[in-house]
């Protein structure tokens, strides 16, 4: 898969993954199924046939989520591995986000708008009604982008209430992902709120983020907005580590059994009380590793001009994907130890009753084999969304109307240049924006 995105093989990643629906994903994974292939058909630029996949993967990660808090969440033996995965929280707000990118590529702006404010209403929805405490709470990206449709469409107001909740989101972000606000918006603010005669609002915005007015744009003139999704996403990996089974025994405490469940840690109590030496339980907990890629920059410049255009980060998925971890790493944790703690006290009562009828030697034999399928099966849930971006940058060019060709450069750390590539006749409508994507993962 990474090989075919690195050389820019989408048709053949997404050949790769239809393929693969059975053998590789099956149905605990069909919900990464749905998120790959419609990155895949995005890149492709099938976008009707991505959002039909999107579409499919909000229903199952809605059914899976919905049925996990109903049913499953008082359950802690079974690992998480073992359950249908549902998608992290901001795996489920990037479906939107590209569902919306989807529809502005199909030039179908009133439904970006409604899957971006779908964005706004799931985050709000997990911090409201299920508790999730995490720092991603808003897509500063998204609320940019509804800016610009807005102002595309001459919703001048709209664009603007969305632009100055862009550079909101976007100070959390300093602070989360150190992503600060693009200078564009901040110009787009500008610009918009002098439009409506905000003369307070100009005040403020130039007083916390800086930026001059500039000129209106020319009305013979567009914008070309270049989408640099770059580098490969994060991946998990486990994270080992041993505790005695005392310590771990507490956890056991924090968690609240029903049924079975219930019957099966009140056995293993019993048998704690008489477990003497401090034995050690092997744990896994996931984490993210970062993917490392020599593409960092990306200027844009339009053939017969000498001005060149930085673009700016955006979004950055790897480190959203890192911090969300982080935020609920404390509930996995738990969850973990409590696990491994039962596990282990029930292998040694399977021993105690070998013991009884089989002697001492294939007691130690049983205890000693219960406590190894234990250490292979407590594994960490890795599963993550593989073909989205580790970061979204935007370039943003005016160009008169008609057609141009569009040269971009990628360069790394040191402003070496990588790699160059060309888009040939862009059109450019007068007072429209011209969307494009690229996709680099070197």
Not at 69 to 87: H, K, W
Not at 120 to 132: A, E, I, M, P
């Amino acid at each position: 898969m990474n090989r075919f995105l690195v050389n820019g093989q989408y048709s053949e990643a997404t050949g790769l993954v239809q393929k693969s629906k059975e053998s590789h994903y099956g149905k605990k994974n069909a919900f990464l199924y749905y998120l790959d292939l419609g990155m895949l058909l995005h890149l492709e630029g099938k976008h009707v046939e991505s959002n039909a996949a999107f579409e499919q993967a909000k229903l199952l990660s809605a059914e899976l989520f919905t049925k996990s808090i109903t049913t499953e969440a008082s359950t802690f033996l079974v690992s998480d591995n073992m359950r249908p995965y549902y998608g992290e929280d901001f795996e489920r707000a990037l479906i939107h986000v590209f569902s919306a990118l989807n529809y502005i590529f199909l030039g179908e702006g009133r439904e970006a708008l409604v899957e971006a404010r779908q964005v706004d209403f799931l985050l709000t929805k997990l911090q409201t009604d299920f508790g999730h405490k995490n720092i991603y709470t808003e897509d500063a990206f998204i609320r940019y982008l509804m800016g610009l449709i807005y102002e595309d469409q001459g919703e001048i107001n709209d664009a603007y209430v969305s632009y100055w909740k862009a550079l909101e989101a976007y100070d959390k972000y300093r602070r989360d992902y150190s992503v600060s606000a693009p200078k564009a918006l901040v110009q787009d603010a500008l610009r918009t709120a002098k439009a409506l005669g905000f003369q307070e609002e100009v005040r403020q915005i130039q007083k916390r983020w800086g930026g001059q007015i500039t000129g209106p744009q020319p009305k013979d003139a567009g914008e070309v907005v270049v989408l640099h999704y770059n580098g490969l996403p994060p991946r998990k990996i486990d994270s080992f580590f041993e505790i005695g089974f005392f310590q771990g025994w507490g956890y056991v405490n924090a968690v609240r059994p029903e049924g079975q469940e219930q019957e099966q840690v009140e056995q293993a109590a019993s048998i704690a009380r008489s477990i003497l030496a401090d034995e050690m339980i092997r744990l896994a907990f996931p984490k993210y590793e970062r993917s490392p890629y020599q593409i960092k920059k990306m200027a844009v410049r339009a053939e017969g001009t000498f001005a060149t255009h930085e673009a700016e980060v955006a979004e950055d998925i790897g480190a959203i994907a890192v911090r969300n971890l982080q935020d609920r790493i404390a509930r996995i944790r738990a969850k973990t130890i409590a696990r491994a703690a039962v596990k282990y006290a029930l292998s040694r009562k399977i021993a105690v009753e070998v013991q009884k009828t089989q002697g001492e030697g294939m007691a130690w034999l049983t205890k000693k084999i219960l406590q190894v399928a234990n250490t292979a099966t407590e594994l960490a849930d890795k599963r993550t969304w593989q073909t989205v971006p580790d970061q979204i940058d935007v370039a943003r060019v005016v160009l008169p109307a008609g057609n141009h060709n569009i040269v971009l450069v990628f360069e790394d750390e040191h402003g070496n240049t990588v790699a160059t590539r060309e888009m040939s006749g862009v059109s450019v409508a007068a007072g429209k924006r011209k969307f494009l994507v690229v996709r680099t993962a070197q």
